[in-house]
């Protein structure tokens, strides 16, 4: 022996490293995130796109929408006021917009007002273009005439400086023809009942379970609390999501992890018939989870809970190593051996160990955040388990006395002998011939890559959204126009070019609609142009106007006005600088210093761009240089078929490279480990591709995981010669994986479920065909190994 | 007999000496299922420091529409419908379009949402004064003066800003 002093020392070495790694960790205070986001891939598009999709998602996560309903106005308005009144007291939200207020007008006359005469609605430009000179006097004169006329804002109304109402058109522009202003609130004119809108700011993230914890259950109880009284409380924003999220993840950490736990410890006590087996069994367990929970929190700060709830399901692989040492060492009294049990098991147990972290390691290279999280996670656990058992295990006191275990392992081993197995010959066969159904059955089976698959919210969320989206015709932060262009001036211009073209695509879409920063700063070409347009109508219409009112003298001063405010452009940063950007949000892109280049980026938001083909917007792109269409969820669909197809290759790979491990160790029966598994993934992914929809990419991510769990099986099988133990060994390790990781079947969250099945297909068709394939070996042969 | 008249009249007396109702104007005046006449507007602009002129007709739907036709000095036509009016983007313009409905219609119960009201009922007919309770309107509108007898006769919008606009109906035919 090496000497147990050795032995020690890397033992208590082990232990330090593990303590102090759980303290730093536990000094660092990990947050615990629940966002889908962050499960979500960064897409390796332009890192402005990138750039432009964060901000609008920032923007869009801190929001939160209520809309309040009941059956009279009245009564939606007091329940609105009643609301709106409670969350102003409460400190996770930092702002709430719930009475439309006057500021909002001055601010837009504050701005525009000296610039009336070049900043025109661009219908009124239009119209200027096509020269309905007459018309637009007319107009002006009805306005002044109507009784209920438009004079009702008196600060608009000025028939000296802007007689033709050039400032009021320009403004009415700007208004929200979905949400109206109905005593002091805001009304959703196209709710089914009457309702009014209260929108919220949120003090933090929405991901904070803190936050959470502070606001949600209060509008759980103003939901419950309107339905009481007739009324409807509709809810929208990322709060209720990433709520929803953590607590479904809490609740199936508890659930599943708990139950697999317990499934696996009576298992162990019911093979091993020792109490103190069990306590063995937990103690890499508990080192792996602690390990893993602690480097995952150091190199990510974040532990993301679907991390946690997949964690859960890991304890299953990481006793594998325990029961195989246990289940050794129960042999070794039955079988005196000069070896030790480490020795006699560190060949198999080092394979084993290294197949998974190699498998589970793959997942790193997928580009989810989400999923790198889960291989650290699953790397950092397996190696602790891993160098527990062999670090710690040997210096445990052995008992004298035979094991009351080995009892369990004759019996199983008897079980199994009677079972049928195939001759060499047949068991070749047999997995050429799973390997062709399975070939024959992907051929026929499909592919599925959708963004749904990471979608964890309940549907009444979802409705909720959907709901409301459509009647307040929110611009999509997932879908829009990118417009980059050197300066200022050129950008805008580049948007004046795009207008027409979404304007042709507005009148096919009714529902369509479009923000650009161009309609309310235009270039400075525009606006030197329709100076120019204003002008002509002066000129044709200004004497005829003021005859009318029988004041022809004050057309001198209306002139005079126009020349007083036509010199000099109204700036770009003039209108970011002012409050109205934080009115209009996300569509101007600050792009700080780090791009490097000076450039100007606009983006271009669309809403209720539902029902129109993304093809459509990118042909508008195409015709446009400087204009890039973005749409979030296409693109990560896409990533995903990408990644499928890259992942497909690596699992080939992997299993090629494992083949060619095993065949140095173990020469031609090599085919013996790997044709199982190799089988046995086959025909779980042809299944798979026939149940709903298809394969996707996390089931290939899953069969990765299925290789190691078959392998190390494989690996402890060949090693052991199919000894009673070794068979009590992997299928108890077969049974805990399917309890860890079949139970993920349950889970709720559509990740984790198809984890769940894949692993439970795999593993229970590499059971069966290592049964049925496994090597006979004589009795007498077994005896003396 | 007179008796009777008289302490009938007494009885009745401290009906009119109260605060005008909209509940009276509703039983003093006829909410026919059309009407329709002629009107004449003058209105004061303050910023111009003058008054225009405009004549025109107009017709009522009840529930359903007012058709406002300017014919002097330049043709139009306005449709108000309870909803408001037609084309207007300004939610205050919808508003006050809603109002205008009910005071062409006599909704009395409609005008009791936005406004206090004053005024007297007599013999003759009734004047009645508008205030808004409304913040919405009360930056717009000062007061709304009405007049009539069986139907409006005379309407007189002041504004805030000190443009007012007096319309006088007249040959009504319900």
């Given at each position: ?305 679907v991390t946690l709830a997949f964690g859960a399901g890991l304890v299953g692989v990481s006793v594998d190593?325990?029961l195989h040492y246990l289940a050794t060492h129960l042999a070794s009294h039955a079988h005196p051996d ?351 591709s026939h149940l709903d929809g298809g394969l996707n990419l996390f089931h290939l991510l899953a069969l ?82 | ?174």
């Amino acid at each position: 022996m090496i000497s147990r002093r050795y032995a020690k020392l890397f033992a208590a070495l082990w232990a330090l490293l593990l303590i102090g790694t759980a303290l730093t960790a536990w000094l660092r205070a990990p947050q615990l995130d629940s966002s889908i986001l962050a499960l979500l891939p960064h897409s390796d598009r332009q890192p402005l796109q990138q750039l432009a999709a964060d901000r609008l998602g920032a923007d869009f996560s801190s929001r939160l929408a209520l809309l309040v309903q009941a059956d009279s106005d009245a009564e939606a308005r007091q329940l609105t006021q009643n609301l709106a009144q409670r969350l102003e007291s409460e400190p996770a939200i930092a702002e709430l917009q719930w009475r439309i207020d006057s500021t909002r007008l001055q601010t837009l006359v504050d701005l525009y007002r000296p610039w009336r005469f070049q900043v025109l609605a661009p219908d009124l430009r239009r119209r200027l273009e096509n020269g309905e000179f007459r018309q637009l006097s007319d107009e002006a004169l009805r306005r002044l005439l109507s009784p209920v006329g438009l004079t009702l804002t008196p600060t608009l109304t000025d028939p000296i400086g802007d007689p033709f109402g050039l400032l009021p058109t320009l403004l009415s522009g700007f208004g929200n023809d979905r949400i109206q202003a109905d005593h002091g609130l805001m009304r959703v004119v196209r709710a089914d009942r009457p309702g009014y809108l209260i929108l919220a700011t949120l003090a933090g993230d929405p991901f904070e379970l803190s936050l959470q914890q502070a606001l949600v259950p209060t509008l759980q109880r103003m939901q419950s609390e309107v339905a009481g009284r007739g009324g409807r409380l509709y809810l929208s924003g990322m709060l209720l999501h990433a709520a929803a999220g953590a607590e479904q993840a809490r609740r199936e950490i508890s659930t599943i992890g708990v139950v697999s736990l317990l499934g696996i410890l009576a298992l162990v006590l019911l093979a091993f018939r020792r109490w103190r087996t069990p306590l063995l069994v937990m103690l890499p367990v508990l080192a792996g989870c602690l390990f893993a929970v602690a480097v995952t929190a150091l190199l990510f700060g974040r532990l993301h809970l679907v991390t946690l709830a997949f964690g859960a399901g890991l304890v299953g692989v990481s006793v594998d190593y325990a029961l195989h040492y246990l289940a050794t060492h129960l042999a070794s009294h039955a079988h005196p051996d000069s070896r030790s049990v480490l020795q006699r098991i560190l060949p198999g147990l080092a394979l084993g160990g290294l197949s998974s972290v190699l498998a589970y390691g793959a997942q790193a290279l997928a580009p989810f955040p989400g999923l790198r999280q889960m291989a650290c996670f699953a790397v950092a656990g397996l190696s602790a388990a891993w160098l527990s058992v062999v670090l710690w295990y040997p210096l445990l006191p052995t008992s004298p006395s035979p094991h009351p275990g080995a009892a369990s392992a004759r019996w199983l081993a008897e079980r199994f002998r009677r079972l049928p197995a195939l001759p060499p010959r047949g068991a070749l066969l047999m997995l050429t011939l799973s390997i062709l159904l399975a070939l024959g059955l992907l051929w026929s089976g499909q592919a599925k890559d959708d963004l749904r698959l990471l979608q964890t919210s309940p549907q009444t969320l979802l409705a909720q959204d959907r709901q409301l989206g459509e009647w307040l015709g929110q611009s999509s932060s997932t879908r829009f126009l990118l417009v980059t262009a050197p300066d200022a001036e050129s950008l805008l211009q580049t948007q004046e070019r795009l207008a027409p073209m979404l304007d042709r695509m507005r009148q096919r879409y009714p529902d369509f609609d479009f923000s650009l920063l161009s309609d309310r700063v235009p270039s400075h070409r525009a606006q030197a142009h329709n100076r120019a347009l204003v002008e002509a109508l002066y000129a044709d219409q200004l004497d005829r106007f003021f005859r009318q009112l029988s004041r022809e003298d004050l057309a001198l001063k209306a002139r005079a006005a126009l020349q007083r405010d036509t010199r000099g452009y109204l700036e770009l940063q003039e209108w970011l600088d002012s409050p109205l950007h934080a009115l209009a949000p996300g569509l101007w892109l600050d792009t700080d210093s780090d791009t490097g280049a000076e450039q100007a980026v606009g983006i271009v938001r669309l809403s209720g761009s539902e029902g129109i083909a993304g093809a459509e917007f990118a042909a508008i792109a195409d015709r446009l240089p400087s204009v890039q269409y973005v749409d979030r969820v296409e693109d990560i669909s896409s990533l995903l078929t990408r990644y499928r197809l890259e992942i497909g290759f690596w699992v080939a790979g992997a299993y090629l490279v494992v083949l060619l491990m095993l065949v140095w160790r173990y020469g031609r029966t090599g085919w013996r480990v790997v044709g199982p598994p190799l089988a046995a993934a086959l025909l779980a992914a042809g299944v798979l591709s026939h149940l709903d929809g298809g394969l996707n990419l996390f089931h290939l991510l899953a069969l990765l995981l299925v290789l190691g769990l078959g392998l190390d099986m494989g690996i402890f099988l060949q090693e052991g010669s199919g000894a009673p133990h070794v068979w009590l060994a992997v299928t108890l390790s077969m049974l805990t994986s399917l309890l860890a990781f079949g139970l993920l079947v349950l889970s709720a969250t559509p990740l984790l479920h198809e984890f769940g099945l894949t692993v439970l297909l795999g593993l229970g068709f590499i059971w069966l065909i290592s049964l049925l394939t496994r090597n006979t070996y004589p009795e007498q042969e077994l005896e003396h190994r | 007999m007179m008796r009777a008249v008289l302490l009938l009249t007494l009885l009745l007396c401290p009906l009119f000496a109260q605060a005008l109702s909209f509940t009276d104007l509703a039983s003093r005046t006829g909410s026919p299922q059309t009407l329709s006449g002629q009107f004449r507007q003058t209105k004061y602009l303050t910023l111009l420091d003058t008054s225009i002129e405009s004549a025109g007709r107009f017709s009522y739907r009840r529930d359903d529409e007012i058709r406002w036709i300017t014919q002097t000095p330049v043709a139009d036509e306005l449709v108000m419908t309870p909803q408001g009016i037609d084309g207007a983007d300004n939610p205050v313009a919808a508003l006050i379009g809603r109002i205008f409905f009910a005071v062409m219609s006599a909704d009395w119960p409609v005008l009791e949402q936005h406004f206090t009201l004053s005024g007297e009922l007599s013999e003759q007919g009734w004047q009645a004064r508008l205030l808004p309770l409304d913040e919405e309107i009360a930056p717009a509108v000062e007061r709304i003066e009405l007049s009539g007898g069986d139907y409006l006769r005379r309407l007189e919008l002041i504004e805030t800003g000190g443009d007012r606009v007096r319309i006088d109906f007249s040959d009504l035919q319900p």
